[in-house]
């Protein structure tokens, strides 16, 4: 890896509006990438750390933060799958259905996925007959998609993307863009490259996580370096009417500890959807800063609880274990500060990441196999927003007495 300082830069306007009026809410401190995974030999080696800062920008409210690290460094090879998780696989079986029903797609139809991963979401458009081409840039996993039948371009989407994708297949029908778009620095960039490619009627979608979710419920830590922009619908709309794109539709859906997908087109009305979350956040005061204050005060507090029960249970001589190495589980375990003093092992289905080590706290990855195997009396739930299936899927482990402890919105055992 390349020296860390080469690795990073810091924005000093808002990627949405420009303004400079950011004002920060809440540090994480110095945090190691989320997804970068160590090997048992890395673990002596030094390893890059970087500020996690959250910013709320007085302007358009976007919530933001402003150290970015290359997407070269943390999106060339990449740990995450789609498909791993059942629950994934399901809800884009559905968002296939509500697009496909709703604009009326034919056989002729063309879908590009921005950021396509392993090719899970296309794959259901092409069990309709649908053309697809996904763009991903990670290899390892672009691969993967291949290996399915699923056309994948390795390639960051941009402008210049576009105008080759274009140029080789057409306009798109349909450009989706799923758990991506709060990945990406330049936006407008983005953008352009969606104004190229798409269609005069096609439709561009995007699923973020939805910030008054991420207050609602405590989910700091979805807050990570790969998320630069905590969206709500208010920043949306400012940013597609700069483009002269319109917001004509929106929808809650529960991934993610809950998201929010955005119909965009180049004209069209607002629905009525769309009115309704911008009132809901004018109540919830998302365009105040002593919101993110509050929020940013309330998360030391859940820290301190949570580190008082684990190391109540820990000196109760208890068993406890993590369940799912996931990216937020990164943040929540550098933030408390939780390693192997407190967890024996993480378990995880993503096979990438089985045998490796989380990052900065150096707690080892396992199969599932290993939690039936040698079950622990505690199960610190860091894949959160995979609750109901999890607990539904250990009830074996539960009958025998077995407990989870939710981190969030705040920390208990169930
Ligand atoms: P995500 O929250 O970013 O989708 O990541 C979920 C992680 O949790 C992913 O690494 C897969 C893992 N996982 C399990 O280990 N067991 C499960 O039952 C589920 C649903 C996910
Ligand atoms: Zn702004």
Same mark, same amino acid.
């Given at each position: ?32 990438? /989320? ?14 750390? &970087? ?20 997407? @070269? *460094? ?7 799958? @789609? ?6 696989? @399901? ?19 063309? *879908? ?20 697809? =081409? ?12 291949? +290996?399915?039948? =699923? ?10 993307? /576009? ?7 057409? #306009?798109?029908?349909?450009?989706? /863009? ?6 990406? +620095?330049?936006?407008?960039? =983005? ?17 973020? #996580? ?27 709309? &400012? ?102 003093? =407190? ?33 622990? +009396? ?32 705040? #920390?208990?055992?169930?």
């Amino acid at each position: 890896m390349s020296k860390q300082e080469d690795c990073i830069s810091r924005r000093v306007t808002c990627r949405v509006c420009g303004s400079k009026k950011l004002h920060k809410f809440l540090s994480l401190g110095p945090t190691p990438l /989320a997804n970068n995974f160590l090997r048992k030999d890395q673990l002596d080696s030094p390893e890059a750390f &970087y500020p996690l800062d959250a910013y709320f920008c007085s302007n358009c409210y976007l919530v933001q933060l402003l150290d970015i690290v290359y997407p @070269t *460094v943390m999106f060339k090879e990449y740990a995450y799958l @789609t498909g791993a998780s059942k629950p994934m696989r @399901t809800h884009f079986a559905e968002l296939t259905e509500d697009v496909i029903q709703n604009f009326k797609l034919s056989k002729n139809s063309f *879908v590009v996925d921005i950021g396509s991963n392993d090719g899970t979401l296309l794959q259901n458009f092409s069990k309709y007959g649908l053309s697809t =081409i996904g763009i991903e840039p990670a290899s390892n996993i672009a691969q993967l998609a291949e +290996d399915k039948g =699923i056309q994948t371009v390795n390639d960051f989407f941009d402008e210049e993307c /576009a105008v080759r994708v274009c140029k080789e297949y057409g #306009p798109a029908n349909v450009i989706l /863009a799923t758990n991506v778009f709060a990945h990406v +620095d330049d936006l407008e960039n =983005i953008l352009r490259g969606v104004n190229h490619l798409l269609s005069n009627n096609g439709v561009f979608i995007i699923e973020v #996580p939805y910030l008054l979710n991420l207050l609602n419920n405590m989910e700091f830590d979805t807050i990570y370096h790969e998320h630069l922009s905590y969206f709500a619908i208010y920043p949306l709309i &400012y940013l597609f009417r700069k483009l002269g794109m319109v917001v004509v539709d929106v929808r809650q859906v529960p991934v993610h500890g809950g998201s929010i997908r955005v119909f965009v087109q180049r004209t069209g009305e607002q629905s009525k959807n769309v009115a309704e979350l911008l009132s809901m956040e004018q109540e919830a005061k998302l365009d105040s800063f002593q919101t993110y204050l509050k929020f940013g005060n309330e998360v030391f507090l859940l820290k301190e609880k949570l580190m008082r029960l684990l190391k109540m249970l820990k000196g109760e001589g208890a068993k406890i274990t993590g369940y799912g190495a996931t990216a937020k589980g990164s943040t929540l375990l550098n933030y408390c500060k939780i390693g192997t003093d =407190i967890l024996d092992y993480i378990t995880d289905t993503t096979p990438f990441k089985q045998g490796l080590y989380t990052p900065g706290r150096h707690i080892p990855i396992f199969p599932e196999k290993k939690f039936h195997e040698d079950p622990p +009396d505690y199960a610190l739930l860091l894949a959160w927003n995979y609750a109901d299936e999890i607990l539904q899927k250990e009830s074996e482990y539960r009958q025998k007495a077995g407990k989870f402890i939710l981190p969030i919105p705040e #920390p208990k055992v169930i």
